[in-house]
């Protein structure tokens, strides 16, 4: 059964830092692209960062040089660093694995979801 579980969300001031954990069992790892998403309340599922089969890390332009991914396999884990937090990245994120992402990391299709770990970033 796989199951994928994020934590270290909470609350911070803008400016500040948290990091994101996304652990994942029952899947073999490395053949997975791993994502991170997010949903503010009363918007759409939004793309915020992933890892590509190929190695590539992307990131969506709004968190480009704030938010860093990465992954340590030997742990099944996936991380995501969020420096200069913002009020406006307030959301609950998401960790998502899917075999391959479409090209624009659409929500939809996505394989794997685990159930959200919520960021507030206060003003």
Same mark, same amino acid.
């Given at each position: 059964? /796989?199951?994928?579980?994020? @934590?270290? =969300?909470?609350? *911070?001031? %803008?400016?500040?830092?948290?990091?994101? &954990?996304?652990?994942?069992?029952?899947?073999?790892?490395?053949?997975?692209?791993?994502?991170?998403?997010?949903?503010?309340?009363?918007?759409?599922?939004?793309? /915020?960062?992933?890892?590509? @089969?190929? =190695?590539?890390? *992307?990131? %969506?332009?709004?968190?480009?040089?704030? &938010?860093?991914?990465?992954?340590?396999?030997?742990?099944?884990?996936?991380?995501?660093?969020?420096?200069?937090?913002?009020?406006?990245?307030?959301?609950?994120?998401?960790?998502?694995?899917?075999?391959?992402?479409?090209?624009?990391?659409?929500?939809?299709?996505?394989?794997?979801?685990?159930?959200?770990?919520?960021?507030?970033?206060?003003?």
């Amino acid at each position: 059964q /796989v199951q994928v579980v994020e @934590s270290g =969300g909470g609350l *911070v001031q %803008a400016g500040g830092s948290l990091r994101l &954990f996304c652990e994942a069992s029952g899947l073999t790892w490395f053949r997975y692209e791993m994502g991170w998403f997010r949903q503010a309340p009363g918007q759409d599922r939004q793309f /915020v960062g992933g890892l590509r @089969s190929d =190695g590539r890390t *992307v990131y %969506a332009d709004s968190v480009k040089g704030r &938010f860093t991914i990465s992954r340590d396999n030997a742990k099944n884990t996936m991380y995501l660093q969020m420096n200069n937090l913002k009020p406006e990245d307030t959301a609950v994120y998401y960790c998502a694995a899917s075999f391959r992402f479409s090209s624009t990391f659409s929500p939809s299709g996505i394989t794997y979801w685990g159930k959200g770990t919520l960021v507030t970033v206060s003003s």
